[in-house]
């Protein structure tokens, strides 16, 4: 099993930037896919950004050119630095991490509010 811990959620203005972080502990060796999703309330989940164990990315259209996804593989940590937030960001946001050969684990939320 692999567990999550995601932490830097909260309320920003519209503009704003949040740093949301995610510590993996537990069976974390062969992980190799490492990303957030995010849920708005009254909507599905939808996938945010991924990373590889490799260093590729991948970016939902409507998040790219303002967030920016990374992991340190020593510290098995995902990160999502998240620069001007825009009130459809809001949402509750998981991390999640794939396991070879296929195995998902996620968080259980952080909860971004983009509001003036």
């Known amino acids: 099993q692999v567990q999550l811990v995601e932490s830097g959620g909260g309320l920003v203005q519209p503009g704003g930037s949040l740093r949301l972080s995610c510590v993996a502990s537990g069976r974390t060796s062969s992980i190799d896919r490492m990303g957030w999703y995010r849920q708005a309330p009254g909507k599905q989940r939808e996938l945010v950004a991924f990373?590889?164990?490799?260093?590729?990315?991948y970016y939902a259209d409507s998040v790219k050119g303002r967030f920016t996804i990374s992991r340190d593989n020593a510290k098995n940590t995902v990160a999502l630095q998240m620069n001007i937030l825009k009130p459809e960001d809001t949402g509750v946001y998981y991390c999640?991490?794939?396991?070879?050969?296929?195995?998902?684990?996620w968080g259980k939320g952080t909860l971004v509010t983009v509001s003036s």
């Open positions: 990373i590889s164990s490799g260093g590729s990315t």
């Open positions: 999640n991490v794939v396991r070879l050969p296929n195995n998902n684990y």
